[in-house]
């Protein structure tokens, strides 16, 4: 059976560790300010404070470099977190100083901004299948055709033989699957679609790749925070979620198979492993998607997060103190990625980005 719903971000998901502790004292002071600095507009707002609004996916590693920014320099960062679609939506409006997304912005709809945008990758992570099946813990075995087809509805119960396959020793109950993904306009999406569509011709051919796509199956939740949640109180849920998010709240995650064949637990060391196969590339155009990484140590839907910022603001007293704060994010401010489960990144990347803020 088809059927759509949605969950609020966050909904009845209780903060369990440091990581959630720290987001959950700053989250409303920053999205409340932000609020008021965006309906105002970000011409209005002074140097000491910069306005942004987009992506979940880093938000962790986001609020803790912000934290940190201020007590440092003294300038305040007000940031949104609702959605790498609606970060891109107000640096359209021209409304905040940068947006942020998981999502790279394609060719065509750049010509929808006012003027050049430059993408600044800030960090990556592991998006992960987290589920909760009572008496398993993780690390369950999913390989791309099983993802897909779950997500497509053809695979329907945790039992099935297609699973079972692949989890030899393991007795999976016959429970219903209840797939989780976003309701909002995510880059998070985007990542898990583009690894799907690169799995799974089926796939690609019936429901394809974006930060909003026509779900098969399944319950909405917004934010990364809001398919935690619907995962958490779902007996037989499955959901993708970054990381992070699968950590603060306690869900079990899935090995999945690379390329390579290997069955890989998302980690800091095989996102980082996954970058570095796409290093060429992204010297030729720093979007380069990473899913679906060649290489035996490779996480397979790991990706870089952007920030994007318009390339005349930087000429800007305030574009200035944007500047001076991506010069900090991607040099001191990377220290905080290990310790928030983002993945450093290669210097390699950190010189492009250096480069192209010039």
Request: charged fraction near 15%; charge should be positive; hydrophobic fraction near 40%.
């Amino acid at each position: 059976m088809n059927f759509q719903m949605t969950l609020n971000a966050g909904a009845k998901v209780r903060p369990t560790n440091r990581i959630s502790q720290f987001l959950k004292s700053k989250l409303w002071g920053i999205v409340a300010t932000a609020t008021i600095m965006g309906a105002m507009g970000a011409s209005s707002v002074s140097a000491q404070t910069l306005t942004g609004a987009g992506a979940t996916f880093p938000y962790p590693l986001y609020a803790k470099w912000f934290d940190a920014y201020k007590k440092a320099t003294g300038v305040s960062i007000n940031y949104q977190a609702i959605g790498s679609g609606g970060g891109i939506k107000q640096l359209k409006a021209d409304t905040v100083d940068f947006g942020a997304s998981d999502a790279p912005v394609s060719n065509a709809e750049l010509k929808e901004f006012r003027g050049r945008v430059i993408h600044i990758p800030t960090t990556a992570g592991a998006v992960c299948l987290a589920y909760n099946l009572p008496g398993i813990g993780k690390g369950l075995r999913l390989d791309g055709n099983v993802i897909a087809g779950i997500y497509l509805g053809q695979i329907t119960r945790w039992n099935d033989a297609r699973i079972t396959k692949l989890n030899p020793g393991k007795r999976l109950p016959n429970l219903p699957i209840v797939t989780a993904h976003r309701s909002d306009s995510s880059g998070t999406s985007n990542i898990f679609t583009s690894y799907l569509s690169a799995v799974s011709p089926t796939w690609k051919q019936k429901v394809g790749t974006g930060k909003s796509v026509n779900w098969p199956v399944g319950l909405g939740g917004k934010g990364n925070a809001g398919v935690a949640g619907v995962i958490k109180q779902t007996p037989g849920g499955i959901g993708y979620v970054e990381l992070a998010y699968v950590m603060q709240n306690h869900l079990s995650y899935a090995a999945l198979k690379n390329r390579s064949g290997k069955f890989i637990m998302p980690s800091i060391a095989a996102t980082t492993a996954a970058g570095k196969g796409f290093l060429g590339a992204m010297k030729k155009d720093i979007r380069t998607s990473t899913v679906n990484a060649p290489g035996a140590d490779s996480y397979p839907i790991a990706a870089y997060t952007y920030i994007l910022v318009y390339a005349d603001k930087l000429n800007t007293p305030t574009g200035k103190q944007i500047n001076r704060f991506l010069h900090w994010a991607l040099t001191t401010g990377q220290q905080y990625a290990p310790g928030l489960l983002y993945a450093p990144l290669p210097k390699e990347v950190v010189q492009l980005n250096l480069a192209h803020l010039k």
